[in-house]
C-alpha cells in the first residue's frame, strides 16, 4: 500500500533543499531561518480551494503527494494533529475573508477538518486596523516571537481572502550545556576573516555522521520529552556553504537518518538569535507556481461570490534563538489573495557557517543556515 505520508515527508524534505538554494542561490551573506512546513501549509489551504492548471502548478511546486486536494488534505492532518497536543510545538491556521462573504461549504469544511483552520470576516478597508487583527493572532500564535507579518498598506477594498500559517516551538536539549562552560572564540565567516561568538560546550552523547558525499559532517542534538531534534550539516571547509547547498538539492535529507549513529561527541556550538524575513512570490514562481498570480487563477472553489480571485503576495517571517537550555523558533506565512574520517575522540567544533533544521527525521520544521554573529 502506498504510503502517502512517508511521500509527504520525503517530498517536503526535497522542497526544503531547494528552497534554501533558492535563498541563498547568491551565496549565503546573512543568517536565514524559515519554516518549509509553514510554507507549504499556507500554500496548501489555496490548493484547497483551486482547480485547473492553477492546482496542478501549486500541487507539482509544492510537491504535494497528488494533486487530489482530499488525498494531500490528509497528508498535512497527520502531520497537524500530530502535534496538535504537544507541549513542544504549536501549529494554527486561520482564514480572514472581506465583510459578508462566504466560504463555499465543501472547502469551509476541508480547511477545517484537515487543516485545522477557523475562519472569520474582516474588514480589509479599514487597512490598519485590519492589519492590526492579522498580526495580533499571529503575535499570539508564536508567543509574541512573529509581529507585523502584515503591512497595512497590503489591504485595501479589494482583499478577499488572507490565508495564515504559524508555528511556535519551544524545546529543551535532551542534554543541556553548562552555561559556566560558555566561552568566546573566533567563528570563521570566510577564510581568513572571523568574528567572535559564544560557545556553548558539551560531550555526551549526540547523533553524529561523516557524510562524504556532501563533503560535511552532521550532529544531531535531541529534545527533550520529543520526537524532534535539531540536525546540523557542518562543511568541512570554512567557505563549503554554498557547495553544501548545491549538493543538498540532489539529496533528500530524509535519507540523512540511516546515515547518523550515537556517538559520545565533544560539541562547541554557537549560541545565536535570528529574526529573518522574506517575500515569497518570486522564489515560488521559480517553482512553476505562476497561474495563482495572475488574473487567470483559479480559485473558483473557495468563495461562494463568483468572484476572480488571485494571489498577490506570499510573506514569511521566522525567528530562533538558540541557547544552553534548548531552543526556540517560531515563523508564521500570509498569503494575501486580491481581487572525512576523525580520530576518537570525536569532535564537532561549528566555528564556520552551517547549514540546520529542527525535525523528526520525517517532518522539516524550521531549516536554516548560521553564517555570522547576528548585529544587536
Known amino acids: 500500500m502506498f504510503d ?8 517536503g524534505a526535497s522542497f526544503t533543499s531547494e528552497l534554501f538554494h533558492l535563498l541563498s542561490v ?27 492548471e492553477t492546482a496542478d502548478e501549486i500541487a507539482n511546486g509544492l510537491k504535494l503527494v497528488s494533486n487530489f486536494p482530499p488525498e494531500v488534505a490528509e497528508t498535512f492532518q497527520f502531520v497537524l494533529e500530530k502535534y496538535r497536543n504537544s507541549d513542544l510545538v504549536k501549529i494554527a491556521n486561520k482564514l480572514y475573508l472581506r465583510d459578508g462573504a462566504e466560504l463555499k461549504a465543501e472547502y469551509q469544511t476541508a480547511v477545517k477538518e484537515h487543516y485545522l483552520a477557523e475562519a472569520e470576516n474582516l ?16 503575535s499570539e500564535k508564536t508567543e509574541g516571537k512573529i509581529t507585523d507579518l502584515i503591512e497595512p498598506s497590503s489591504l485595501d477594498d479589494n482583499t478577499r481572502l488572507l490565508l ?3 508555528i511556535h516551538f519551544k524545546g529543551s536539549w535532551e542534554n543541556k550545556f553548562d552555561e559556566q562552560l560558555t566561552e568566546e572564540d573566533d567563528f570563521w565567516t570566510s577564510e581568513e576573516e572571523s568574528v567572535k561568538v559564544q560557545y556553548m560546550k558539551k560531550k ?11 563533503d560535511c559532517t552532521a550532529l544531531e542534538m535531541p529534545y527533550k520529552d520529543s520526537d524532534l531534534s535539531m540536525l546540523v550539516l557542518l562543511p568541512n571547509e570554512r567557505e563549503g556553504l554554498k557547495s553544501l547547498a548545491e549538493k543538498l ?42 497561474k495563482m498570480f495572475t488574473d487567470d487563477a483559479e480559485f473558483s472553489n473557495m468563495l461562494e461570490s463568483p468572484e476572480n480571485i488571485f494571489v498577490s503576495k506570499v510573506v514569511h517571517k521566522a525567528f530562533i534563538e538558540v541557547n544552553e537550555e534548548g531552543t526556540e523558533a517560531a515563523a508564521a ?17 561549528a566555528d564556520r557557517p552551517f547549514l540546520y533544521m529542527i525535525w523528526n527525521k520525517k517532518n522539516v520544521l524550521f531549516a536554516g543556515a548560521f553564517v555570522t554573529a547576528p548585529t544587536a
Open 4 to 11: 502517502f505520508n512517508l511521500q509527504f515527508a520525503r517530498n
Open 26 to 52: 547568491d551565496g549565503v551573506k546573512s543568517n536565514i531561518i524559515f519554516s518549509p512546513l509553514s510554507v507549504q501549509t499556507c500554500v496548501a489551504l489555496a490548493f484547497a480551494g483551486a482547480q485547473g
Open 123 to 138: 474588514n480589509f478597508a479599514e487597512s490598519n486596523l485590519a492589519a492590526e487583527t492579522i498580526n495580533s493572532w499571529v
Open 164 to 166: 495564515l500559517n504559524a
Open 204 to 214: 555526551a552523547k549526540f547523533g553524529y555522521g561523516y557524510l562524504e558525499d556532501l
Open 249 to 290: 538539492k540532489g539529496f533528500n535529507l530524509i535519507d540523512l537518518a540511516d546515515k547518523i549513529n550515537t556517538e559520545e561527541v565533544q560539541v562547541s556550538f554557537p549560541k545565536f538569535k535570528v529574526d529573518y524575513s522574506v517575500e515569497l512570490t518570486d522564489a515560488l514562481k521559480k517553482f512553476g507556481i505562476t
Open 333 to 349: 506565512t500570509g498569503m494575501i489573495m486580491m481581487t572525512r574520517c576523525m580520530l576518537l575522540p570525536l569532535q564537532f567544533y
